[in-house]
């Protein structure tokens, strides 16, 4: 009974410590104060929301509200150490009301706030209290005010919450902040708003909303050119329109997606940019569309095989085409399928992967998964086992460990399956001609278009091997079986050797040397286990004993992912040594933004340590002599911005030219604002010259 009765008290304890917050019920609108947590974690920041849902047919008011109405206003209680953040508005609807047109929401909607918890804040629980007013209309207005509060438990973690989804949905129409250079003009009675030519997609439906009150004219409908230097905005001005402010706030949502917020500068009317020769994109355009995607994908997938990152998985291919050289015709086909079917596989789970990440509010692009060195390191002893099996040291018997045999020379099926995806992973450090554009689309998209050109991206990868499977002709030119074959297998184990050190190096740039010496120590253990599995007696105690203990070797790598010397160097410690040593200056949108109003030319390379083409670039044509000659004289500042780890800012620039990945190569001229040109992926020191000649 006793123990019944302390129960019975602790429940009661609990309740105020996780008891949600109750909905406030008013006048056509119900409110309350959620959070995407069901904890507040000391050292991280918490996500709240203010929960508001009208009546059908009622709404509330964006930051801007247009011509009438009045936006939320939240006003907060909180204890002394906490501070609040601004209110993170999404992007809103357009409401016109008979002459009157206002920017707001409708349905259930909720307004983020993010609130950082001090690392040292050692309260049991956190009370949020709240004062939120807001109006809510529908032919009539009614303002609405509620003091409402949210407490949460204090711990050291928290699970996603009821509202974590809603919540995330919510941050993905946040606008996000756009660092091209913007400027804007009164032009008679029109507002022109003018971008980089490259700053916002030209073929999607563009929907343009005002930030700045009583500047532009809620009513029109804007206009978007695409001009040759310039992307120009034009609506007509404000009846309210009094002195023009220095700067002013904008919003464009793409697709109805996502949006863009970017701040632009006044200057005068005679300094704006032609855009004679542009065109006008309406919504809906898509000079850009899916069959185009498709085309550009299969180009890319094709001419990824020629890229470096490629080539050690292409060399087990090579191995296992040469075995096939002497098989039946139906026996190669059913391999080609294979391969195709684990290309195309791979390069499917990664679009998902992506599509999700993305969803869930992840800022990231092609080549991700390198981000993490976790994954680098995986990969690297992957590679390290593929090159022992290939030189001949070793062939393990088991289920899982004959992944990486039949990756290998026994040449089945299975392994072509295999081989066709570890090909597709590997190839996610490079990045080919026709490619960008084709990603870059594709990742705007609904899911099942983007998946589409994702699979007709992983298609041409394969199409080489699908020629050699079905078409005889070009079977018949392989060579025969025979004895050459296996030295030929040994050989292809040193690519694999220089990728795992390779990766390894990768490795130590996003953590450090402490996070290389996990990753070999690694090494060491699971070429310690493929000695001792080499070892066992055919039959025994001695076997059971030695499998165990190589087992146990392999246990201890794996147990090594969880190390904490595995996790991305801080910011401030990220090596920055060779981008100076070279005379590359590090990246900064403010940075260009100076040195063009300086009247600099200037030249930036975004690159990532895992980016093999980044790397081949560099080599052959931006830091030669040619080349860095030509800047100098051209007097070209050049700067280098790192992605090897997760990088928001640099993130933005890649979403911002339709990129999802490195490199991207941008030449600024020397004028403040100019628009960039955008230099292929794959550089000679000559294109880079003539790019130079056009300053």
Not at 116 to 140: G, H, K, M, Q, R
Not at 535 to 561: N, T
Not at 574 to 583: C, F, K, L, Q
Request: charged share 15%.
């Amino acid at each position: 009974m006793q123990c019944l009765t302390r129960l019975a008290l602790l429940a009661l304890a609990l309740v105020p410590l996780t008891a949600p917050a109750e909905a406030v019920r008013q006048d056509h609108i119900n409110a309350e104060l959620v959070a995407a947590t069901t904890a507040a974690v000391p050292g991280e920041t918490l996500t709240v929301a203010l929960r508001l849902e009208p009546d059908k047919h009622w709404h509330t008011y964006w930051r801007n509200p247009g011509d009438s109405g009045l936006p939320t206003r939240l006003r907060w209680d909180v204890p002394e150490s906490i501070e609040p953040g601004p209110i993170l508005w999404p992007f809103p609807e357009r409401q016109p009301m008979g002459p009157l047109t206002n920017f707001g929401y409708s349905g259930e909607h909720f307004l983020l706030t993010d609130i950082p918890v001090p690392a040292d804040f050692d309260a049991e629980e956190l009370t949020l209290d709240v004062a939120a007013s807001w109006l809510v209309c529908e032919n009539i207005c009614i303002p609405g005010s509620a003091d409402l509060n949210l407490t949460l438990p204090v711990q050291a973690s928290a699970q996603p919450s009821q509202w974590a989804k809603a919540l995330q949905q919510t941050r993905k129409r946040v606008p996000t902040p756009l660092t091209a250079p913007a400027q804007f003009a009164v032009d008679g009675e029109h507002l022109r708003i003018q971008l980089a030519p490259d700053a916002l997609p030209a073929g999607d439906s563009l929907v343009y909303f005002p930030a700045t009150t009583e500047l532009a004219s809620n009513t029109d409908t804007p206009v978007f050119r695409h001009g040759e230097a310039v992307i120009d905005i034009r609506v007509e001005t404000s009846e309210y329109l009094g002195a023009l402010p220095k700067e002013s706030e904008h919003v464009v949502v793409i697709n109805n997606q996502r949006a863009v917020v970017f701040t632009a500068r006044q200057i005068g009317a005679d300094a704006l940019i032609p855009v004679d020769g542009g065109s006008t994109a309406a919504a809906g355009d898509a000079s850009f569309n899916l069959g185009l995607a498709l085309v550009f994908a299969l180009l890319g997938g094709l001419i990824l095989n020629l890229m470096p990152c490629v080539f050690p998985v292409l060399s087990i291919k090579a191995v296992s085409v040469a075995q096939q050289s002497g098989s039946a015709a139906g026996e190669r086909r059913v391999h080609a399928l294979c391969y195709t079917a684990g290309v195309v596989g791979g390069f499917l789970v990664l679009a998902i992967a992506l599509i999700a990440l993305r969803e869930a509010g992840e800022r990231i692009g092609w080549g991700f998964q390198l981000q993490s060195p976790v994954f680098v390191t995986v990969l690297a002893w992957i590679m390290f086992v593929l090159g022992l099996s290939l030189a001949g040291v070793f062939e393990f018997g088991t289920r899982l460990m004959g992944m990486g045999d039949s990756l290998t020379h026994q040449g089945g099926r299975r392994g072509a399956l295999m081989t066709g995806l570890l090909a597709c992973l590997v190839a996610t450090p490079c990045t080919a001609p026709f490619m960008g554009p084709a990603m870059g689309f594709a990742i705007t998209q609904p899911a099942i278009v983007a998946l589409a050109v994702f699979a007709a991206l992983g298609l041409g990868m394969a199409l080489p091997f699908l020629l050699i499977g079905f078409v005889p002709a070009t079977a018949r030119l392989l060579p025969r079986p025979g004895a050459w074959m296996l030295t030929f297998k040994q050989l292809m184990a040193f690519p694999m050797y220089v990728t795992a050190i390779w990766l390894i190096w990768v490795l130590g740039r996003q953590t450090g040397v402490n996070g290389m010496a996990v990753g070999l120590l690694g090494v060491v253990l699971i070429g310690f286990a493929i000695w001792l599995w080499s070892k066992r007696p055919q039959q025994g105690p001695a076997r059971v004993g030695l499998a165990l203990a190589a087992w146990l070797a392999v246990a201890g790598s794996l147990a090594m992912l969880a190390s904490p010397l595995l996790q991305p160097a801080p910011a401030s410690a990220a090596p920055t040594d060779v981008a100076s040593a070279a005379g590359w200056g590090v990246y900064a949108p403010d940075t260009v933004a100076e040195l063009q109003a300086k009247g600099q030319p200037v030249f930036v390379n975004l690159t990532a340590d895992w980016c093999v083409t980044c790397h081949v670039n560099e080599r052959v044509a931006l830091n030669t002599a040619t080349v860095v000659n030509a800047m100098e004289r051209s007097g070209v500042a050049r700067l280098k911005g790192d992605w090897t780890n997760r990088d928001p800012v640099i993130t933005a620039v890649l979403e911002q030219y339709d990129r999802t990945g490195v490199p991207l190569y941008l030449l600024y001229p020397g004028e403040a604002g100019a628009a960039p040109m955008v230099l292929p992926q794959i550089l000679t020191p000559q294109r880079v010259v003539d790019a130079l000649d056009t300053l």
